[in-house]
């Protein structure tokens, strides 16, 4: 069992900037994969990002590609995203992921969410 607790999300202004972490804890093995998923009200929950614990390699959906940033400390078993140039198209609940594979990231352990709103 793995457990996620995801934190970090606020009111932030156009343009503006929040980092998200990720406190993961339980039986975490060195291959699995840590990402982020979000919901905007009405719509589909979506990937935005993801990492692999065994190779930093990441993922990103194209919507955020060059704006958020994700990252990991190993040390603490901790993941951040960092988002940058922030708009309203990206207020969402986030949910912190962890899961064996970033194709299957989806199907692991979910966090409680964390509720980001950009204001115009």
């Known amino acids: 069992q793995v457990q996620l607790r995801d934190s970090g999300g606020g009111l932030v202004q156009t343009g503006g900037s929040l980092k998200l972490s990720c406190a993961a804890s339980?039986?975490?093995?060195?291959?699995?994969?840590m990402g982020w998923f979000r919901q905007a009200p009405g719509k589909e929950r979506e990937f935005v990002a993801a990492i692999s614990w065994f190779n930093g390699r990441t993922d990103y959906a194209d919507s955020v590609k060059g704006r958020f940033t994700i990252s990991l400390d190993n040390a603490k078993n901790t993941g951040f995203l960092q988002m940058n140039s922030l708009n309203p198209e990206d207020t969402a609940v986030y949910y912190c992921?962890?899961?064996?594979?970033?194709?299957?990231?989806?199907?692991?352990?979910w966090g409680q969410g964390t509720q980001v709103t950009v204001s115009s």
């Open positions: 339980g039986r975490i093995f060195r291959n699995y994969v």
């Open positions: 992921v962890v899961g064996s594979t970033i194709a299957t990231i989806s199907k692991g352990y």
